[in-house]
């Protein structure tokens, strides 16, 4: 379906928890944060209620996210019905790789197709300072189960001010050699990771250029997202630049998100959305269930804020940057 901007939404985002094996400095503070009852959450059916109902509007892509969702029992099982509906041609899982060993081969098999693994740098003291956990070699097991699994693989780097030039070049170099894409990920203002600043897409095309002269913009289509790739004149390796604060490209979004909690987002840096799970929980039919999130998706907010001071109007929805920025990312949805 399109909304009132012209963009087509074929790409539905769905957090399944808020719970995380890790405490990455940047997501959550160490004591961790209130976590949401279980009742609250929604079940494994009532997501699946919604994901046929998007299917019905034209979601074709589904990634699975949390906080972590491999922590969640029975994902596997959600992964399998998700891939049935009919209508929806890709199911992917972004994590954080830690489960990921003991689990990817019934992923495979369940038709995931992709895992999008977060890891922030590959020098296992730093990664231990960023996550305040020591789980860097089960991180590490994760990304090669999940290739010899058949799984596509992709590696997510937050940049932030523990990205140095000499991270940047270690994933640089290990793409070359393992054929796996990196993609560096512009640190947003939400939540924890407001305190955080970094280099930004030219300094990181720099320090690439100074180690490798032949690094080239692609063309290859490389996944549902809005990354800019480049790879180098070998063939060998990819990098990825992913930047939504200062390189927007709200023009061409095409993701809502819900939340573990069921509330349908339409954009990262807005409220703007509808709680799902009170309609779900009182008896909606099939029928009014889409037509409710169809009516909401058509007001996806044209653009983001980040870079505002202060809250703003878009398209008759009022919204306060503040209090949005200031949930953490695994009570949105990674």
């Known amino acids: 379906m399109r909304d009132e901007n012209g963009r087509t939404i074929d790409y539905l985002r769905i957090s399944v928890t808020d719970r995380c094996n890790l405490r990455c400095r940047y997501c959550m503070p160490e004591e961790g944060v209130a976590l949401m009852n279980h009742e609250d959450i929604l079940t494994y059916q009532e997501i699946l209620r919604i994901a046929e109902a998007g299917a019905g509007l034209g979601i074709r892509r589904v990634k699975v996210t949390g906080g972590e ?16 509906i009919d209508g929806i041609q890709d199911v992917t899982m972004t994590t954080n790789g830690i489960l990921l060993g003991e689990m990817a081969q019934e992923l495979a098999a369940s038709g995931l197709s992709s895992v999008n693994i977060s890891l922030d740098t590959l020098d296992p003291v730093r990664f231990h300072r960023i996550t305040r956990r020591d789980c860097f070699a089960d991180v590490m097991k994760g990304i090669e189960a999940a290739g010899k699994s058949g799984l596509m693989v992709k590696l997510n780097c937050a940049v932030m001010e523990e990205l140095c030039r000499e991270d940047v070049l270690a994933f640089a170099e290990y793409s070359v050699k393992n054929g796996i894409p990196v993609r560096f990920i512009e640190m947003m203002p939400i939540g924890q990771g407001r305190k955080y600043h970094a280099m930004d897409n030219e300094e990181l095309l720099a320090v690439l250029s100074e180690e490798y002269s032949d690094v080239r913009i692609s ?38 998100r819900l939340t573990s909690d069921g509330f349908l987002k339409l954009c990262l840096d807005s409220p703007a959305g509808v709680d799902l799970r009170t309609p779900l929980r009182s008896g909606i039919s099939d029928a009014a269930l889409k037509d409710l999130m169809e009516q ?34 695994n009570q949105i949805g990674g």
Request: proline content about 5%; overall charge positive.
């Open 296 to 329: 909401w998706i058509r007001k996806k907010p044209e653009s983001h804020h980040f870079l505002s001071s202060a809250g703003g109007e878009e398209e008759g929805l009022l919204f306060d940057d503040t209090a949005e920025q200031c949930l953490n990312m």
């Open 69 to 84: 969702p491999l922590v969640r029992k029975g994902v596997i099982q959600l992964i399998r019905k998700l891939t049935a």
């Open 219 to 256: 063309t290859e289509p490389r996944g549902n997202g809005p990354a800019v790739y480049y790879t180098f004149a070998s063939g060998a390796g990819c990098i990825g630049l992913i930047s939504a604060v200062h390189h927007k490209f709200c023009a061409g979004c095409n993701r809502v």
